[in-house]
């Protein structure tokens, strides 16, 4: 395995960190290259809060110990204080301009920690639009839509050795066929080493095009449906905290195979009025649903 310690931050012939209000910038770099870095999206104060809401949703009993990982898949909902994110422009406009309107519902919201020595996440694309058929799980009904898959915030930093995020330059790109010297697997979510193993999702990092995402708490990281992300192992003392809440477009309806579930319409129900109108179209997600 490739040392965190050694992977430095890539410099570019292109622009990859935008402010907050280079919004067609942020388009053009995640349309053209797959992904791009906002810097400074978040104040330090919406950051604390953001810590201590992922603290509290994910891990409400102290359980995890050291080398543990969990995400919670819907943590918008419960996550009262971020409901303040609703009201930051800055992160409001962003979503608007990924999506393309300014009539926006919540589409999805995750939040993990990973703890001192948790495990490599091994590379995949969330997109589940490669296969077309009736839907498997959870993924193949919420991770078909065209719109930028990540708008992640990584509340205590993203870099090698603290479990941060990273991503590959041009993955996104329709023809795609894997990194030099990798092939996809046949499911075109991951890649393997083309030296005759099994076609196990790829977990090092030693990748032609790879990108290590080195940002700030503040900084949101944003990638397209396609694009091919992992992360490290978190090799610091420091639980690694990230979140996001994305959006869609309010008039892109979803069929879901499951009931509207209670805590969906629980949020919806104590969102402030002034907020309401983004639990409408909300599916929320049921974990335990899978196809019979
Ligand atoms: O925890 C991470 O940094 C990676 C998250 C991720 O890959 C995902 O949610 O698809």
């Known amino acids: 395995m490739i040392s965190p310690e050694s992977i430095t931050k890539r410099t570019f012939d ?18 053209a290259h797959g992904f791009a870095i906002v810097k400074g999206l978040l104040p ?26 969990r995400t919670h898949v819907s943590f918008i909902e419960t996550a009262y204080d971020a409901w303040a994110l609703f009201e930051h422009q800055p992160f409001m406009n962003l979503h608007r301009a990924l999506i393309g ?18 495990k490599v996440v091994t590379w995949h694309s969330d997109w589940a639009g490669y296969s077309q058929g009736p839907p498997k799980n959870t993924g193949d009904v919420l991770n ?16 090698p050795t603290h479990g941060g995020l990273c991503v590959i330059e041009d993955s996104h790109l329709e023809d795609w066929q894997g990194p030099e010297g ?10 393997y080493k083309d030296d005759g193993g099994d076609e196990s999702r790829y977990d090092d990092f030693d990748i032609p095009g790879l990108v290590p995402l080195i940002t700030d708490p503040g900084d949101c990281l944003v990638f397209a449906h396609r694009t091919q992300h992992g992360a490290f192992s978190n090799q610091e003392e420091e639980d690694r905290l990230s979140c996001a809440v994305g959006f869609r477009d309010r008039s892109h309806h979803i069929e879901t195979p499951w009931e509207l579930p209670e805590s969906a319409r629980t949020f919806a129900a104590e969102l402030p009025d002034h907020l309401k109108k983004y639990a409408d179209g909300y599916v929320g997600i049921d974990q335990g649903w899978k196809a019979e």
């Open 144 to 159: 078909r839509g065209l719109w930028p898959s990540g708008k992640w915030f990584y509340i205590t930093g993203s870099r």
């Open 101 to 118: 309107t300014d009539e926006l519902c919540v589409h999805r919201s995750a939040a993990i920690i990973r703890k001192t020595g948790s």
């Open 14 to 31: 292109y622009r990859t960190e935008f402010r907050p209000d280079e919004l067609d910038e942020v388009r053009a770099c995640t349309e």
């Open 182 to 191: 990798f092939k996809l697997t046949s499911d075109r979510r991951s890649f």
């Open 44 to 69: 330090d104060s919406i950051v604390e809060m953001l810590q201590r809401e992922v603290q509290r949703v994910v891990d409400p009993d102290a359980t995890l110990g050291p080398g543990d990982s």
